[in-house]
């Protein structure tokens, strides 16, 4: 629970803070992790590159993460995060001790930067992320259960995509609403959804590569596009939907099945697609004259995007309305 006395000016004040020193911030926090444990250096030159350049990103996105968590006032998104980290680091065999040590690093570098008055705002977010550290080891349930009928369609349609079989993967999610067993909203909910976060699960614990995760996101891409030619739509309702992912956010599935559905219902739907800048939306709803915009935010370090979006989105339409979703 954050300190009722730290009002919301505070927190943005600190979260800009984070955000435009993160780069020194994860620098300085570096340095000071190696110095201090260079069996971390040694470690990581041989697991991820350059120890040095690999911790300063890696550094970097938790003063990100630390910001977006600061400016909600939500110490938990930050505890998730680092909940997300330490369970690929056990997946992959490497010591969780490493990541507590960068905490550690992390926090006195960001306590050296912020002014003194600030520092109780930002104490309550590292005491979660310790705790997140802490916790038992907890493995993220799988998506996908072949107990159901559907959950067996959703187990086929990833092996045909382990297996580089995209056509087969299609005619898995086709088939069925050809012959009416199933709509297609069905099918984005009860297969293509859970087949996707099944498909994150793994490369998130290291089961699957880049390659594979690519792969199974570019085979769905191609089958909603059939999907959509077998959907009956509706007809127009006179209104339209702008769609995309903000900026900094490249993953499309979910909000280019939020646009397909629109688009079925009736809706004029302008698909952007993912990392549309703010400008080019403000732009591109007013052009297109647009009822309603959804804007798709996979992490929280976008939430900044999303303000961003939502301010320009409102300063060139007033009247538009804004739907935001995604698991940021």
């Not at 590159?49 to 003063?63: H, K, M, S, V």
């Not at 369609?153 to 087969?168: C, F, K, N, P, S």
């Not at 079925?264 to 591109?284: C, F, K, M, Q, S």
């Not at 007013?286 to 935010?297: E, H, T």
């Amino acid at each position: 629970m954050m300190d009722p006395t730290h009002d919301h000016a505070q927190l943005e004040f600190v979260a800009e803070f984070l955000r435009s020193e993160a780069a020194p911030i994860a620098s300085r926090a570096t340095r000071e992790l190696i110095t201090l444990h260079p069996d971390i250096a040694r470690r990581w030159g041989a697991v991820g590159g350059e120890a040095t350049l690999a911790w300063t990103e890696a550094l970097q996105t938790r003063a990100y993460d630390l910001a977006a968590a600061v400016s909600t006032g939500r110490p938990e998104i930050f505890r998730l995060q680092l909940a997300w980290a330490a369970q690929a680091f056990r997946a992959r065999g490497l010591p969780v001790d490493d990541l507590t040590r960068s905490l550690g690093a992390l926090r006195e570098s960001v306590l050296d930067a912020l002014p003194e008055a600030d520092h109780a705002v930002v104490e309550p977010f590292f005491e979660q992320g310790v705790s997140a550290l802490t916790a038992p080891p907890s493995e993220p349930p799988t998506q996908v259960s072949t107990a159901t009928p559907q959950g067996r369609r959703t187990a086929e349609y990833l092996v045909a995509i382990l297996d580089g079989d995209r056509r087969r993967a299609c005619e898995l999610v086709l088939s069925p609403i050809r012959e009416g067993e199933l709509s297609p909203q069905e099918v984005h909910a009860q297969v293509l959804c859970p087949a996707l976060r099944e498909m994150g699960r793994m490369w998130h614990l290291g089961e699957v590569n880049v390659a594979e995760e690519h792969f199974a996101t570019a085979t769905t891409l191609m089958a909603l596009s059939q999907i959509l030619t077998l959907w009956s739509r509706r007809p127009s309702n006179g209104r339209t939907l702008l769609a995309a992912s903000v900026a900094g956010n490249l993953h499309e599935v979910g909000v280019r099945m939020v646009a397909d559905t629109f688009e079925a219902e009736g809706w004029r739907t302008i698909y952007l697609g993912p990392n549309v800048p703010a400008p080019d939306l403000a732009i591109a709803a007013a052009d297109y004259r647009a009822d309603l915009a959804c804007l798709s935010v996979m992490l929280p370090s976008q939430l900044t995007s999303l303000r961003d979006s939502s301010r320009a989105l409102r300063g060139a339409s007033p009247d538009l309305r804004i739907i935001a979703g995604g698991p940021g």
